[in-house]
């Protein structure tokens, strides 16, 4: 069965330093694609980055970056200069399949981010 | 600018009540979701759905329904409400073409008393 694993309930990181978020997944799919997601505490779920399976370069977006290692199943989030604002619950979720009519999200259960001052 | 709304932020409803959460997205998205999320469960989905008048059940829809008569409006329905539906539910909708991402409401938090 597919699966997504943040073993991280929470986190503590110093403002300016970098974090990493971990996310493992499960799938037997060839074709997957693997997110990021950023809840504040005004809940909303915003987008931060996508890494599909057969990208060969891990994926950046500012100062967020996948390390993505596919022997490992591993698809960490790299949080680089830490802000206050950065302070959020982080999903890390799992495309199902190759894409086509449904593209369901598998979610992880969440890592709470605090960045201290 | 991508824009997905829910109804409602905050409802709060009485066990037994019929409760509508609806959900509207203005980007032409062919998918839309229902979650609901619950701490230390992360997001889990309930139905979803992939054209007009066609849906398909999540992991958890028990309890719930849905309606979608136009492709920019998702309805979940709650069919008889009761205290552990209370929950923050999240609407979300995606193109089914890549990148895939799926783009969120701002949820509604649904107590039932």
């Known amino acids: 069965a597919q699966k997504i694993t943040q073993t991280q309930p929470g986190m503590f990181v110093q403002e300016k330093e970098a974090v990493t978020l971990d996310c493992t997944y499960d799938t037997s799919d060839q074709s997957y694609g693997l997110f990021w997601y950023k809840q504040p505490s005004s809940g909303e779920m915003i987008f931060l980055i996508y890494?599909?399976?057969?990208?060969?370069q891990n994926a950046t977006e500012g100062r967020y970056s996948l390390n993505f290692q596919k022997a490992r199943k591993s698809a960490n989030l790299v949080i680089s200069a830490s802000q206050l604002g950065d302070s959020a619950m982080y999903f890390c979720a799992m495309r199902e399949g190759g894409g086509g009519a449904t593209n369901k999200l598998i979610f992880g259960t969440g890592t709470l981010l605090a960045v201290q001052p | 600018d991508v824009k997905v709304t829910q109804s409602s932020r905050y409802l709060v409803k009485r066990t037994g009540e019929k409760v509508f959460l609806e959900c509207v997205q203005d980007?032409?998205?062919?998918?839309m979701f229902w979650y609901r999320q619950d701490p230390g469960l992360g997001l889990r989905l309930i139905y979803f759905s992939y054209d007009v008048k066609m849906k398909e059940k999540g992991d958890i829809p028990e309890g719930y329904s849905v309606s979608r008569e136009k492709k920019e409006r998702f309805s979940l329905i709650l069919e008889s409400a009761s205290t552990n539906q209370t929950s923050m539910y999240l609407c979300?909708?995606?193109?089914?073409?890549?990148?895939?991402?799926?783009?969120f409401g701002p949820g509604t938090r649904l107590t039932v008393t």
């Open positions: 890494q599909g399976s057969y990208d060969e």
């Open positions: 980007m032409d998205h062919e998918n």
């Open positions: 979300a909708s995606s193109f089914v073409v890549a990148p895939y991402e799926q783009y």
